[in-house]
């Protein structure tokens, strides 16, 4: 067969959102690859500009679907920095305890979408039926399933509903149970390990050069956790470690970028559960929020893809004059030449699966 | 009394009471000569009229029970696939006529919805074939018509002709040739072709990819698929299903069971599950149609009842694989008495379909490179092993015996 | 036969055949363009046999009788079988998925997505939709083969929803497409999307749109 | 090599400004944008800077604001008793008539498309980019909304 | 950890297996986890976001809704009140007493998002948000609810105080106020009263006359800046002032000076 153009996307269920990736293939093996995004391009930067700085959470929301908690927790941390304000102790843990929970529920959103790609939707509906588990849990406290609206400037909606603790420790516990239990199904199942070692491979160097960060670049065995090396809220005083793994020497591929994940998800257990034993009691909102700011000011969180950063500059005025969004997916797609290359038709799903896409933030 | 003969009797009554005084009747009100219906009325009283009758009878028996059979193999895979899910897959239920019955009765009755979605569900199955009568049937421009048309014709009637070949007993069968395995398998392989057509046809790249996987996995399979077969017919010394069956009822194990064809040849057992696996294309072996990368495989542009025939006769192909599993190794319709041969023998097929629903939902689809891989490095190897020791079993082991025995004679 | 002059539509070749006995073989042959016989005629014949099923039909009355009985169990079919397009684009998506997960399960609406829309009778639009996406979702809706309906899913296809001061989104995806049902909620809970597929039934019900003789 | 050494060598480089510090890890600098590109390949080949976070253009309406973020992933810049990755933040002003800058996709990867981002909504080129395209809106699209000066029609439903 | 033990021969299909047959015992002998929707549904939590509702008899027409909706699917529709309405009406009685016309939210559901802004910013609490979701509809314009229907009643009215959300309130910039008192008439909390000014004022005619100004009452305003929205002579403006630092009358030196 002569090497060809075929384009998936934007309606394919390999794209998991709304972006074509163009491959080259000669025979079944990819040749070249090249990505083509905007087809969610909602211009969030340019509206966030029109609305005040605690409307714009709204935004920040819709940015990313799956994980929409630590999208919103960003911006609200970039402006608390910009306006200099001080939030209340019990309010960081709550938020510390929402951010884990949503990384829970986002990993598994990705666990779910990434089994129909190996074919293999009983995964997809076990990991999608934990992760109702979790959207209950975070639904009490904020009031949505989805995008909850529940981080502020300044602190958190309102304090957690009574018996929230009991109530996520019981479903923490029937989550780890079931986690062990599926360990037979997926990771330790040969055919899943047929179609997920040693496909996708980079290296770290390669990896840090090509902006990939987060699980991903986690999977290649670097230990770099923005929740330790830009800590934020109250992850310094929580005894946690950054999940590691690698596939080789300094490489990842999608089994090690699979198995990281799951990691992440156990870790996340041992943090909330820490967060419920250490969490005094106290107000949950600043006293006093300005309205208006001057001046520049970032932050970057570890979001469930990777490093998220917000660079607000304000004017003086009650709305942002600029707000930039960097989104960890942009430029992991930017790269996806890199590590699709050479390998089957077969493994596009299985890799760009692994790389966990989220298009609304990406696109932005 | 065999299926046949049951035809036959059914033919001779139909004829002599219905069909002939008919043509009589009808023959008496024109001329002779423009008018056939007396000489078919002449032929049906003859021997071939009547065996032609009692054909069209079995056949047509075979197909209503191949097609029942087909719906509830569908429903059984949703179901299973729901309860392995933890929910309760399609429910839509008797309940939901009473809307239908309102409907023809020409009043608009109230909007009530409730109650519809609480039953076992079997009505989906029948919803969803109907609308896909309704539904449009689009050629696409570039395609090229004949052949996009043609597809799902080869790969239908290939299929449902699978259904009139397989004995339910000694006793039911629609047709029984010395030569039936291999007619089988020769309809089985007829059926990639109508898979290769359409998705060559289609003018689609994905569905291209689909034709040309199917292509390439039916070719890596026949032969070890074959091969595996092989050890049955020697063992067996016939192609005939019927002699296969008795041939395994015949040798015994200890206690006197009967020693069925996996026991002796498990390893050819193993191939031919594979083998059959990827032939009717099911997870992990559905590469044609792998959803996440290749849209829908070769089916990608095939819409309405096209589409429904597709799947339709991969279920039938599914059902006749299993069949021919249970016929060559699991002693086919043999079972102890209180139950009847036939039922016997769909018991052992759904089995076998429960399993492979099981495999299905359990784990992920294989490689393209893998899968082939698989076909030629490791199950054609031991496909010939298998043939090696059924060899062994049929010629070198009783010579060896018949020494071993006359050996102390001769000392 | 006048009467039947007047229905059919089509070859006019294939209409005096139809007519008369005088079948003439050869022009049918002559008059498509060449290379391409085989296809069109076999499309003529599908065509031929269509006329000469509806008109026999028409003139002797059958299609009203057949159409009064088969209508209503078309319609039931349909509305107890929507196959939606899986085809995800924001937020809502995820809840499209997450009402297949086992706690929702819409499979037992018989809701089964399908990848291709070719198989699909609802597209789903279930998130903002941009000016550089519009092309291709009016592509998909129009691939999509008859009858469709289309539920424009959460504020987004409604009317552009949060992003209604956007240079690049559309204000709704009614603006360039027919829409059925609006599910409003942001995003649509599993349980709205599921009343949002009892509301089609509903509106299906009272289209009956179910039809055996076309024409 | 620890920040404030880092801070020292960076102040002494030629066409740096006004080096600061930002809550003790993010170092923060104004760069001239003739030479950027030898200031960049410093950053990366002598202080280990391999990745790339962001890039930044902000309209101030008579010129424009580049903003690099880079980070040490691997600490070779690091910050005494503390796990903080450090960062460098580096501002760079454009003339509203020539919106051009060196391009440093071919240093760092990452940046490519953050490049390209910077073309497509603010309008700004990047010399030697191998592949200056717009990346989020269609082609065709007249101008860069992201500027101040960019006006659209916005549909405001009546009811 | 368990995934590091060796893959053996059983981990092909018997393993992954002896999971899904577990699960499929355990759903088909016992009940999947599967909630049917038109048959039984799963109670949203009592903070669910779901169709806004108005407790009219708490609603003073301020309009902070519609300012902080990002949306702007709430607009404020001109309602017309019946007696027993305005009876009833308890916080802002003056406006709704004075007037049978009322304003009165309408929500537009097919752009509203849901964010719950407007239930979090209503200093009165009128505005609450239901755990009512089945809103599909076969056309766009059943979509829009008028202001009346979206009226509850409730036996028990929840006492909450004056809030100022908006964390801001109109400062009075003395010498262009022409003493309409305008404010006045639309404050809808009735926080501001018109009292002598600090300084006399030439006319045109050239009179010198001491004109009213206005003076707000920090503690119960709740921000909504209708007065700086009436004002024909643009002499108030919103600044980000704490309702603890400033209570009752606003001082005038402190007032002027900002």
């Not at chain 1, 919103?72 to 209340?88: D, F, I, K, R």
């Not at chain 5, 008439?185 to 018109?194: G, L, R, V």
């Amino acid at each position: 067969m002569a090497e060809m153009w075929i384009s998936m996307g934007p309606q394919h269920p390999m794209t998991h959102g709304l972006w074509t990736l163009k491959v080259k293939v000669d025979g079944e093996t990819i040749v070249d690859a090249d990505p083509e995004l905007g087809y969610l391009h909602r211009s969030v930067e340019k509206m966030g500009e029109r609305r005040k700085y605690f409307m714009n959470t709204t935004l920040t929301d819709r940015l990313c679907y799956a994980s929409s908690t630590t999208w919103t927790h960003c911006y609200a941390l970039s402006v608390e920095e910009l306006m200099e304000v001080e939030v209340p102790q019990r309010a960081q843990y709550i938020r510390t305890i929402m951010l884990e929970l949503q990384r829970l529920a986002s990993h598994l959103m990705w666990a779910g979408a990434y089994m129909p790609d190996l074919g293999h939707i009983t995964g997809a509906l076990y990991f999608w039926r934990d992760r109702e588990l979790f959207l209950n849990l975070l639904e009490a406290p904020s009031g949505s399933r989805l995008l909850y609206n529940y981080i502020r400037i300044g602190g958190v909606k309102r304090d957690l509903p009574d018996g929230f603790e009991q109530k996520t420790e019981r479903i923490l516990k029937l989550f780890e149970q079931r986690l062990d239990e599926y360990a037979d199904l997926f990771e330790n199942s040969k055919i899943f390990r047929m179609r997920t070692e040693d496909v996708g491979k980079f290296t770290a160097a390669q990896a840090q050069n090509l902006g990939i960060t987060g699980p991903n670049l986690r999977g290649c065995g670097t230990k770099f956790d923005l929740r330790e090396h830009d800590t934020y809220e109250i992850y310094d005083e929580i005894d946690w470690d950054i999940q590691t793994r690698e596939a080789g020497p300094g490489y990842s591929d999608c089994f090690s970028r699979y198995m990281v994940r799951i990691d992440e998800m156990r870790e996340s257990i041992k943090i909330i559960r820490e967060c419920f034993k250490k969490m005094p009691a106290g107000p949950t909102m600043a006293s006093k929020i300005p309205v208006r700011a001057t001046g520049e000011a970032f932050r970057r969180t570890e979001d469930s893809r990777g490093e998220a950063l917000m660079y607000v500059v304000g004017d003086g005025s009650d709305r942002p004059y600029r707000w930039k969004i960097k989104s960890p997916m942009f430029t992991t797609i930017s790269a996806c030449p890199h590590y699709l290359k050479g390998y089957k038709v077969a493994d596009i799903p299985a890799i760009m699966g692994s790389i966990d896409i989220c298009i609304g933030e990406t696109d932005k | 009394m065999s299926l046949f003969s049951f035809c036959k009797a059914m033919a001779e009554w139909t004829a002599d009471y219905m069909l002939i005084p008919v043509f009589n009747f009808q023959a008496g009100l024109f001329p002779p000569f423009s008018n056939p219906a007396g000489d078919i009325a002449d032929w049906l009283e003859t021997d071939g009229g009547l065996n032609t009758l009692a054909w069209l009878f079995a056949v047509n028996i075979a197909f209503a029970i191949g097609m029942t059979n087909l719906i509830i193999v569908i429903h059984l895979e949703r179901k299973i696939a729901a309860r392995i899910q933890d929910r309760r897959g399609p429910m839509l239920s008797l309940r939901s006529f009473r809307e239908l019955g309102e409907d023809l009765a020409g009043n608009s009755p109230s909007w009530r919805f409730k109650q519809n979605y609480a039953g076992i569900g079997i009505l989906q199955n029948m919803a969803d074939g109907i609308k896909a009568i309704t539904k449009e049937l689009i050629i696409p421009a570039k395609a090229d018509k004949f052949l996009f048309t043609m597809g799902p014709i080869i790969f239908i009637s290939s299929s449902v002709f699978l259904l009139v070949l397989f004995p339910l007993s000694d006793r039911f069968a629609a047709s029984s040739a010395p030569a039936g395995l291999m007619v089988i398998m020769a309809a089985f392989s007829i059926a990639p072709i109508g898979v290769l057509t359409s998705g060559w046809a289609s003018n689609n790249k994905y569905s291209m990819i689909g034709g040309m996987r199917s292509a390439a996995q039916l070719m890596s399979y026949e032969i070890p698929l074959l091969l595996s077969m092989a050890g049955v017919f020697l063992l067996a010394g016939s192609f005939d299903p019927v002699t296969i069956v008795e041939q395994q009822q015949q040798s015994t194990w200890f206690f006197g069971l009967p020693m069925w064809n996996f026991i002796p040849q498990f390893i050819g057992f193993i191939v031919f599950m594979i083998c059959i696996l990827a032939e009717v294309e099911r997870v992990p072996f559905d590469l044609p149609e792998a959803e996440a990368e290749l849209v829908e495989g070769w089916t990608t542009e095939y819409s309405g009842i096209r589409y429904m025939l597709f799947l339709a006769a991969e279920y039938i192909r599914g059902f006749a694989g299993a069949a021919v599993c249970t016929i060559l190794f699991l002693g086919g319709w043999a079972g102890p008495w209180p139950v009847p041969p036939e039922v016997w023998f769909l018991l052992k097929v759904y089995l076998i379909l429960i399993f492979w629903i099981f495999i299905r939902w359990t784990v992920p689809r294989i490689r393209t490179d893998q899968i082939l891989e698989l076909g030629w490095k490791k199950l054609l190897p031991l496909s010939l092993i298998n043939i090696l020791i059924v060899i062994f079993m049929v010629e070198i082991y009783p010579y060896l015996s018949d020494t071993l025995t006359l050996l102390p004679e001769v000392f | 036969m006048d009467m039947s002059s007047k229905r059919i539509k089509g070859n006019a070749n294939l209409r005096r055949g139809l007519g008369s006995k005088t079948t003439d073989s050869d022009k049918i042959m002559e008059d498509p363009p060449a290379g391409d016989w085989l296809a069109l005629r076999s499309d003529q014949l599908l065509k031929w046999i269509d006329d000469a099923v509806y008109n026999a039909a028409e003139t002797t009355g059958m299609r009203e009788v057949v159409d009064r009985v088969t209508r209503p169990i078309f319609n039931y079919a349909q509305r107890f079988s929507p196959h939606p397009l899986h085809f995800g684009i924001m937020c809502c998506a995820i809840e499209m998925g997450q009402a297949s997960a086992p706690d929702h399960d819409i499979d037992r609406l018989g809701l089964v997505y399908r990848s291709s829309p070719r198989q699909c009778d609802v597209l789903i639009v279930n998130g903002p939709v941009c000016e550089k996406l519009r092309p291709k979702l009016k592509t998909l809706y129009e691939q999509m083969p008859e009858p469709k309906w289309v539920i424009a899913m959460g504020e987004c296809a409604i009317s552009g929803g949060p992003y209604w001061d956007s240079y690049s989104v559309v204000a709704g995806a009614d603006t360039f497409m027919p829409v059925d049902v609006y599910i409003p909620g942001c995003p649509v809970r599993p349980e709205a999307l599921m009343h949002g597929f009892l509301t089609l039934q509903k509106k299906i019900r009272e289209k009956e749109p179910g039809m055996f003789l076309r024409r | 090599m620890e920040i404030k050494a880092f801070m020292k060598e960076v102040s002494s480089v030629k066409g740096v400004t006004k080096v600061g510090l930002v809550r003790n890890n993010v170092v923060k600098c104004n760069l001239d944008k003739e030479g950027s590109k030898d200031f960049f390949v410093k950053l990366k080949d002598d202080f280990g800077f391999e990745h790339c976070s962001l890039i930044t253009a902000i309209d101030n309406q008579p010129q424009f604001e580049l903003v690099y973020h880079f980070s040490a992933i691997n600490g070779s810049v690091f910050v005494k008793d503390s796990s903080a990755a450090v960062m460098a933040e580096i501002h760079i002003f454009l003339d509203r008539d020539t919106p051009t800058v060196e391009s440093i996709s071919d240093l760092w990867f990452g940046a490519n498309w953050h490049e390209r981002e910077a073309f497509d909504l603010m309008g700004i080129y990047f010399i030697g980019h191998p592949d200056l395209r717009r990346v989020l809106l269609p082609e065709g699209f007249a101008g860069h909304p992201l500027r101040k000066d960019y006006v659209y029609e916005i549909h405001e439903e009546e009811w | 950890m368990s995934s590091d033990r060796e893959i053996g021969i059983m981990d092909i299909i018997v393993n992954p297996m002896k999971v899904t047959l577990k699960q499929f015992f355990k759903s088909t002998f016992g009940k999947p986890t599967t909630v049917m929707y038109p048959l039984e549904r799963r109670d949203p939590p009592p903070t669910y976001r779901g169709m806004n509702a108005v407790i009219w008899d708490l609603c003073i027409g301020c309009g902070i809704c519609g300012e902080v909706c990002p949306n702007k699917c709430l607009k404020m529709k001109p309602t017309e009140l019946s007696d027993e309405e305005q009876d009833r009406a308890w916080y802002g009685s003056h406006l709704a007493k004075r007037k049978n016309k009322a304003e009165r939210p309408a929500i537009n559901f097919g752009h509203c998002m849901f964010c719950g802004f407007c239930e979090d910013y209503c200093p009165t609490g009128a505005m609450t948000m239901t755990d009512f979701y089945e809103l599909a509809d076969t056309n766009r314009e059943g979509l829009i609810y008028p202001a009346r229907s979206m009226k509850v009643e409730l036996e028990d009215l929840p006492q909450l105080p004056l809030t100022n959300y908006m964390m801001e309130s109109p400062v009075l910039d003395v010498d262009p106020c022409i003493g309409c008192s305008k404010c006045v008439d639309n404050c809808p909390t009735n926080c501001i009263i018109m009292d002598e000014g600090p300084q006399n004022k030439t006319l045109k005619s050239g009179k010198t006359r001491n004109v009213e100004n206005p003076y707000f009452d920090y503690t119960i305003c709740i921000g909504c800046s209708t007065c700086v929205k009436v004002c024909p002579a643009d002499c108030l403006h919103m600044e980000p002032i704490s309702n603890s630092s400033s209570s009752g009358l606003s001082e005038e030196g402190a007032t002027t000076e900002a």
